[in-house]
């Protein structure tokens, strides 16, 4: 599985709440096994979409799609804002 390189903005943001080190180590993980139990991997409503989410902690959440055989990270978010 091929994931894109993240936008900067992205990068800033992850930078910002000192998420690097916790993003690299779940992206790793999803890029060997995306349904692993650790990232909480989930489809989001309206599931007609196709965006995803998995965990990089209990707050924050990465959002992706399946574009191209490959893996589009279109946001990090907090998960409760």
């Known amino acids: 599985m091929v994931v894109k390189p ?3 903005d992205l990068v800033i943001y992850l930078k910002k709440h000192n998420l690097v ?3 690299n180590k ?3 993980v999803f890029v060997s096994n995306p349904r692993h139990p650790s990232l909480h991997t989930e489809v989001l409503e309206p599931k007609s979409l196709k965006i995803y ?3 990089i902690d209990r707050k924050y959440r990465t959002i992706f799609i399946f574009r191209n055989n490959q893996v589009e ?3 990090v978010n907090d998960h409760y804002q």
């Open 21 to 23: 080190k916790k993003f």
């Open 73 to 75: 990270i279109i946001d």
């Open 53 to 55: 989410s998995f965990r």
């Open 6 to 8: 993240l936008r900067a």
């Open 26 to 28: 779940q992206i790793t």
